[in-house]
């Protein structure tokens, strides 16, 4: 019972938006830094960003650095990234991760160590 699920993935032309969303079950989200990573086909994993347990502190890759903005909301057990102006680059499936601390490390690595993981969403990006 105790998961995590994204959900907000799918087509979409470059130069758009999505918004993706990571949400909690059978465990409150509250203490947890949640980090975004994304795997492409063919590619090793690379972390996209972290926020912290409660949401004043974030960390981007600079691949995604002024377009994609992590939030939280923990009252609905929910974590966000909002993916704007997005590239054919961007391609890959999205996980969300609950990292066994409160804040986010200093800089973004390429995978996270967590304590739970999603089931990941796709997202692409082609015209």
């Known amino acids: 019972q105790l998961q995590l699920v994204e959900s907000g993935g799918g087509l979409v032309q470059p130069g758009g938006s999505l918004r993706l969303s990571c949400t909690a079950s059978?465990?409150?989200?509250?203490?947890?830094?949640i980090a975004w990573v994304r795997q492409a086909p063919g590619k090793e994993r690379e972390g996209v960003s972290c926020?912290?347990?409660?949401?004043?502190?974030?960390n981007y890759a600079d691949s995604v650095k002024d377009r994609f903005t992590s939030s939280r909301d923990n009252a609905k057990n929910t974590v966000y990234l909002q993916m704007n102006n997005l590239k054919p680059e961007d391609t890959a499936i999205y996980y969300c991760?609950?990292?066994?601390?409160?804040?986010?490390?200093?800089?973004?690595?390429?995978?996270?160590?967590?304590?739970?993981w999603g089931q990941g969403t796709q997202v692409t990006v082609s015209s």
């Open positions: 059978g465990f409150t989200l509250d203490y947890y830094a």
């Open positions: 926020i912290s347990s409660r949401g004043g502190g974030t």
């Open positions: 991760a609950a990292l066994g601390r409160y804040y986010c490390p200093g800089y973004v690595p390429q995978n996270y160590e967590a304590d739970y």
